[in-house]
């Protein structure tokens, strides 16, 4: 019997592995001129990070870890995010050291033992910021300004910025208890999950998707009118900054995000095309938790887009993609020799053309009709033919495979790979 991928872990095959570069690629590049750089961190980590620093009664590390034992009994976790990691090796490195504001991107992938759907894996991507070491409100638009870029450098139309402001250990306290005496007052239209939050996490009740919940909470207290001064005039100025530069947003009072470690500054990304899984990317500022980790007082702000979500975005706005995709995986030039004399010749033509940068596509051993059929197959370009009687002659037969046409060419099999890519004139037009 076969065995198949475990629930929730897919495969992507080269087209979608594609889509998935493509992006990463494109929003690695927008954050490197951001001053982002990208650093690679481990796939694991003690589960204590994750339990300090997302949160105890949290979803994800209440009900969504991947946690085993080592041998040695240490408990380890796949990473559900990637922020706390960050923070850890922040930490770990001394880097508030090397210089006091420091700007990593990562790139990966995140495991999250949720109920698969579409846009929602166990083992999904995520492309993400992180500015530690500014607690000024200009790194707050700055970084909101940089993931508006990424959006359209990866070529997303029609998405939408939500933002908040949860306060800070000045104001969320009084917040959080005025928030559990209004829910105690609803208490019985509310769903079992968010009475249990009433108690550990009452700002958890605001983005219940219930919709009995939804209405017990309509005209709940809000969080942006009991801001303390600082957090009040901190999340003006981000508003204003956001404002003068014409990035749109809306405020949403609701957004209080599933990690513990915000304060202040929140957002979220809805992106086209995703149906009940409309989140793109999210984010916001986590001051004191670089602290929480063992480091410095430092504040941070950071924000992560989920790949195969941006994926799915980029495909209902752009449907074109998909065509350019599978053309970039179509040979710019298939080689069909004929004989071994040929296809040693062709192994070393090949190769000289691949170095200089033409993708070919290389096949052998089988009749001129049936190398042909694949050609065609593969929705190759260009073919080039070298029987016996080119290869005796040193030229080859260029077959242009829309226009059906044969040339001949006089290619000399040493020529170098420069030589040889202007001769064969196979390059796909971009
Ligand atoms: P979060 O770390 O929960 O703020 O998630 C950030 C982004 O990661 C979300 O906006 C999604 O785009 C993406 N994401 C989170 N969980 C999943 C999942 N299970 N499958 C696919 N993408 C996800």
Redesign the pocket.
């Known amino acids: 019997m076969s065995i198949s991928a475990v629930k929730g872990f897919r495969d992507a095959l080269p087209e979608a592995a594609r889509l998935l570069g493509r992006v990463e690629t494109a929003a690695l590049d927008v954050l490197a001129r951001y001053g982002f750089d990208e650093i690679r961190l481990p796939i694991v980590e003690k589960t204590e990070l994750f339990a300090r620093a997302i949160g105890e009664t949290t979803d994800?590390v209440e009900k969504e870890m991947y946690t085993f034992p080592d041998r040695d009994g240490t408990l380890l976790t796949l990473r559900p995010?990637g922020t706390a990691s960050l923070v850890r090796a922040y930490v770990e490195h001394h880097l508030d050291q090397r210089d006091p504001v420091g700007r990593f991107s990562y790139v990966g992938p995140?495991f999250?033992h949720?109920r698969p759907q579409k846009?929602?894996?166990?083992q999904?991507y995520?492309v993400g910021a992180e500015l530690i070491g500014r607690e000024d409100p200009l790194a707050d638009a700055e970084l909101l300004v940089a993931l508006w870029d990424v959006l359209a450098e990866v070529g997303i139309t029609g998405a939408s910025l939500l933002l908040n402001s949860l306060g800070d250990a000045q104001c969320r306290p009084a917040y959080r208890d005025e928030l559990r005496a209004f829910g105690e007052s609803r208490r019985e239209q509310l769903c079992e999950n968010c009475k249990r939050r009433l108690d550990k996490n009452p700002l958890r009740i605001l983005d219940c998707k219930e919709p009995g919940c939804r209405a017990a909470t309509e005209d709940a207290p809000r969080l942006v009118d009991h801001l303390c001064a600082p957090c009040a005039t901190h999340f003006a100025r981000v508003r204003e900054l956001l404002d003068a530069e014409g990035v749109a947003y809306t405020l949403d009072s609701r957004l209080v995000?599933?990690?513990d470690y915000y304060v202040r500054t929140t957002f979220?990304?809805l992106g086209p095309g995703l149906g009940a899984?409309s989140?793109?990317?999210?984010?916001g500022r986590y001051d004191g938790l670089v602290a929480q980790i063992g480091g410095p007082q430092v504040s941070g702000i950071g924000f992560?887009?989920?790949v195969?979500?941006l994926v799915l975005a980029l495909q209902a706005s752009r449907p074109e993609v998909e065509a350019e995709v599978a053309s970039e995986l179509a040979p710019e030039l298939f080689i069909a020799p004929l004989g071994a004399a040929a296809e040693s010749a062709a192994l070393g033509v090949a190769r000289r053309l691949r170095q200089a940068g033409l993708r070919v596509e290389l096949d052998g051993g089988r009749s001129l009709k049936s190398l042909m059929r694949r050609a065609d197959k593969l929705k190759a370009r260009h073919v080039m033919i070298l029987g016996e009687e080119e290869l005796a002659q040193r030229r080859a037969t260029m077959r242009d495979m829309e226009a059906k046409q044969d040339r001949k060419l006089a290619v000399d099999i040493d020529l170098t790979g420069d030589e040889l890519l202007a001769a064969v004139g196979a390059r796909r037009s971009a």
């Open positions: 994800i995010e995140m999250r949720e846009g929602r894996h166990r999904f995520q995000r599933g990690l979220e990304v899984q989140a793109i990317g999210a984010g992560a887009f989920g195969d979500r």
